[in-house]
């Protein structure tokens, strides 16, 4: 039996899931369906295979999701990682911070961002426009109704505009969700 992943990391676990995932080759018309787009438009993952148990969920999920974190325009691709890895450090998600991490030390070809978050966490020593984006995303995980006008305020400081803000929010408020869900349907281990 694989050792469950308690530390962040960079390297990418693999997800053993607590619910039997949908077999492809047993899969329903619908879960078929819902399965043609998956997140990020990779591989079917075993968490989409335990998502598809539900395929009208997954499908929503995954057009949400992929909305969320791939549109064109607004906040860069690295900084919405950023702000998915700064929520799931919130919720000790270590999946996903991994996963997210990877991504974006692959956007920006710099691993010292994630490794100093990892460290330091809300601390960690960044850009200002790296540490408004970290700040927040800490903030709105960690108690929503807390942030407030000056936390935006401190974001458009640091360069955002307002269509950024919101790719932000969306980014980190998705992944408060994700991470939850990751919890309660499997956990992290180390890759065999």
């Not at 053993?16 to 899969?27: E, G, I, Q, S």
């Not at 999920?61 to 990682?81: C, H, K, V």
């Not at 903030?139 to 407030?148: A, D, I, N």
């Amino acid at each position: 039996m694989s050792r469950v992943i308690r530390k962040f990391t960079t390297r990418v676990p693999q997800w053993r899931p607590h619910l039997t995932p949908v077999d492809l080759d047993n899969a329903t018309p619908a879960q078929r369906e819902a399965l043609k787009e998956t997140p990020s438009n990779t591989k079917v993952s075993d968490y989409v295979l335990v998502l598809a148990h539900d395929p009208e969920s997954l499908r929503i999920r995954t057009a949400l999701f992929n909305g969320i974190m791939y549109d064109p325009d607004g906040l860069s691709r690295a900084e919405r990682e950023l702000g998915a890895v700064a929520a799931s450090f919130v919720n000790r998600c270590i999946y996903c911070a991994a996963v997210h991490a990877q991504r974006y030390n692959q956007l920006t070809g710099d691993d010292a961002v994630m490794q100093e978050i990892f460290f330091h966490g809300e601390k960690a020593r960044l850009d200002p426009r790296q540490q408004a984006i970290l700040r927040f995303a800490v903030g709105l995980s960690e108690c929503p109704p807390k942030v407030g006008a000056d936390d935006i305020a401190s974001l458009r400081e640091a360069g955002l505009d307002e269509l950024e803000i919101l790719d932000l929010t969306l980014a980190t408020t998705l992944f408060g969700w994700a991470n939850r869900l990751m919890h309660t349907l499997g956990e992290p281990v180390a890759a065999r």
